[in-house]
């Protein structure tokens, strides 16, 4: 039977379907159109030190790409954050969780230092903690992401790094991103006594991935 769609009952049905897929909810809209925000998190547990310094790259490359695109970093340096516990305690992540539950969320860029040649404890535990924004929605599903390893040596596990990276945002069904060439799997930086100004490659990679997680998430953001 042919329904009679009034204004009425398409919003109705419009907000309905929005609210489950969670794109239209709050998104704002700036000066140059629907605002699309991308998040960086920097997990090591030094604040403001040489993966901060290489996420916060990574962003400003982000934003150039495209005048909607809005950026925010998150230094996780200092906080506190315990791994997942079915009942987790109060801690940092209450603040951190409503960030990535924005509509505008477009896109997000994890960095972590190498340590052993693997991510930093306190990237796994943040990364454990999204787990509530897997059920009953997969909020997370089909946004962008990229990700920025820090290594005390060029080949200090980097690529390692950021392949758990990505093993574990997979599990929250988002897309993984690379950067243009030559930081095809994400963005690898070299800190020499904590600095990594003189990486001129590697802070390349971190441009050169912010560039393509930005114009990701423009392009998923047109498509939802
Ligand atoms: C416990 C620990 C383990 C580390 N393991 C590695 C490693 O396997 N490979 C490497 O290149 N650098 C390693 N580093 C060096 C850090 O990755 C490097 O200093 C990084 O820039 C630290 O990030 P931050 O400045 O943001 O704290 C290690 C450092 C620490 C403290």
Request: hydrophobic share 45%.
């Amino acid at each position: 039977m042919k329904q009679n769609v009034t204004r009425r009952n398409f919003l109705a049905t419009a907000g309905v379907a929005a609210l489950a897929t969670g794109l239209a909810q709050g998104a704002e809209e700036g000066p140059n159109g629907k605002a699309v925000k991308i998040i960086g998190v920097a997990c090591s547990p030094r604040k403001g030190m040489t993966t901060a310094k290489a996420v916060q790259a990574a962003l400003d490359a982000a934003k150039a790409v495209d005048p909607r695109i809005q950026t925010e970093l998150i230094d996780l340096g200092g906080l506190s954050i315990a791994g997942y516990s079915p009942k987790p305690p109060e801690d940092a992540m209450k603040d951190i969780l409503p960030k990535f539950q924005d509509a505008a969320l477009g896109g997000v860029i994890i960095g972590s230092p190498s340590y052993f040649r693997s991510l930093s404890g306190l990237a796994k535990c943040f990364l454990e903690r999204l787990a509530p924004l897997r059920e009953p929605r997969m909020v997370l599903a089909d946004k962008p992401f990229g990700v920025v390893a820090v290594g005390a040596f060029r080949n200090g596990g980097q690529e390692l790094t950021i392949g758990q990276i990505q093993a574990i945002l997979l599990c929250y069904g988002m897309i993984a991103i690379g950067g243009h060439a030559p930081a095809f799997q994400g963005a690898t930086v070299v800190s020499t006594k904590d600095d990594i100004s003189a990486d001129e490659l590697g802070l390349k990679t971190a441009a050169q991935l912010g560039k393509h997680v930005g114009e990701a998430a423009i392009k998923l953001g047109k498509s939802s």
